[in-house]
């Protein structure tokens, strides 16, 4: 970050940075608490990722306070302008992220020990490639790298793959017996969980892109993502 004239005005954007740090650093341990919760069915750790919601939020609120006072005192133009817009939408990114984190882990509480490894292995694959877009994104919005911030921008394709795959697993384990509809469609909803914090990952590498590139990407989203359109045989019929 570049220094102004008024040292004030350095001081407010490095704390607007130091919060955002705060709160990618929370957000990745909610997460990874998260996935954990989910793979060992441990509803303490679950339960405490719930608590630490609270935490995320709050700093979002001051991410956003602080921006607006920033913006007010400092009239900030052109690329420090962008600098505290971007700011804003990172928090509110990260923020979702955290809710998704938190949803994940109530799933925690309806989890059942006979839960078979392979349905499970492949949601935590998901966990732990949505826990790798976000410490990417992280540090590329960090180091205001736009390269990196595009590789995440690409590399959500294969989270999104995944999901695809796992979609279709559980949806035959639903058909082949209704005593498994319960599970998997407690699973189904964090393998989403997961495939929308990728989705939340691509936007903050958008506003990276536009932070120091000065223009919105000009490329369409990779979005692979086919669960909405796919065609389920039920009963020898088949519906959409």
Do not use: C, F, W, Y
């Given at each position: 970050m570049s220094e102004h004239t008024v040292k004030s005005y350095d001081d407010d954007l490095t704390q607007i940075k130091t919060m955002l740090a705060q709160m990618g650093g929370l957000v990745e341990q909610q997460l990874d608490d998260a996935i954990d919760s989910l793979t060992r069915r441990d509803t303490a750790l679950a339960d405490r990722?719930?608590?630490?919601?609270?935490?995320?939020?709050?700093?979002?609120?001051?991410?956003?306070?602080?921006?607006?006072?920033?913006?007010?005192?400092?009239?900030?133009?052109?690329?420090?302008?962008?600098?505290?817009?971007?700011?804003?939408?990172?928090?509110?990114?990260?923020?979702?992220?955290?809710?998704?984190?938190?949803?994940?882990?109530?799933?925690?509480?309806?989890?059942?020990?006979?839960?078979?490894?392979?349905?499970?292995?492949?949601?935590?694959?998901?966990?732990?490639?949505?826990?790798?877009?976000?410490?990417?994104?992280?540090?590329a919005y960090s180091n205001s790298n736009a390269e990196l911030a595009m590789e995440v921008w690409r590399s959500d394709e294969d989270l999104d793959a995944l999901y695809n795959s796992i979609f279709r697993e559980l949806l035959t384990y639903m058909m082949e017996d209704p005593r498994n509809i319960s599970l998997c469609t407690h699973l189904l909803f964090g393998a989403k969980n997961m495939e929308r914090i990728g989705d939340h990952a691509t936007n903050i590498a958008e506003n990276i892109h536009y932070l120091v590139n000065g223009k919105p990407l000009g490329e369409g989203r990779p979005k692979k993502d086919v669960t909405s359109g796919m065609r389920v045989e039920v009963g020898g019929a088949s519906e959409e």
């Open positions: 990722v719930i608590q630490n919601d609270e935490r995320v939020d709050v700093l979002e609120h001051q991410v956003e306070e602080k921006a607006i006072l920033t913006i007010a005192r400092r009239q900030p133009m052109a690329r420090d302008l962008r600098e505290i817009m971007v700011a804003i939408r990172v928090a509110s990114d990260l923020e979702r992220i955290g809710d998704l984190a938190k949803n994940t882990a109530k799933r925690t509480h309806a989890m059942s020990d006979q839960l078979p490894r392979k349905l499970m292995a492949g949601v935590t694959r998901m966990g732990r490639l949505a826990q790798v877009e976000l410490k990417n994104i992280l540090d």
